[in-house]
């Protein structure tokens, strides 16, 4: 069983930045895909942020390219989300997630492991 534990959140302005945090419990964190996802009130949960097991592939959402960076601490077990120049519409809340593959896929699918959330809030 992975746990997964999100930190970082907060209410911010537009333009402003922060950066979140997913710490996971020894397992199969080495070897798997991690990402980020997020839920707005009203809206359905999506696909941010993703990446492979070996770091090497990063995958965006169209509307966070150029802002948000992903990245991942095999030593800390933790992965990032490094979200720069924020707006309203970033306003959700943000979850981790662990894949079943080593691949990073936009599908929530084959994340079977999920984190409790943290909120972030842009205000304009």
């Known amino acids: 069983q992975v746990q997964l534990v999100e930190s970082g959140g907060g209410l911010v302005q537009a333009g402003d930045s922060l950066r979140l945090s997913c710490a996971a419990s020894?397992?199969?964190?080495?070897?798997?895909?991690m990402g980020w996802f997020r839920q707005a009130p009203g809206k359905e949960r999506e696909f941010v942020a993703g990446?492979?097991?070996?770091?090497?592939?990063?995958e965006y959402a169209d509307s966070v390219k150029g802002r948000f960076t992903i990245s991942r601490d095999y030593a800390k077990n933790t992965v990032y989300l490094q979200m720069d120049s924020l707006k309203p519409e970033d306003t959700a809340v943000y979850y981790c997630?662990?894949?079943?593959?080593?691949?990073?896929?936009?599908?929530?699918?084959?994340?079977?492991?999920w984190g409790q959330g943290t909120q972030v809030t842009v205000s304009s």
């Open positions: 997630a662990a894949s079943s593959r080593s691949e990073t896929t936009t599908s929530a699918i084959p994340y079977n492991y």
């Open positions: 020894a397992g199969t964190f080495s070897s798997a895909a």
């Open positions: 990446i492979s097991w070996s770091g090497a592939y990063l």
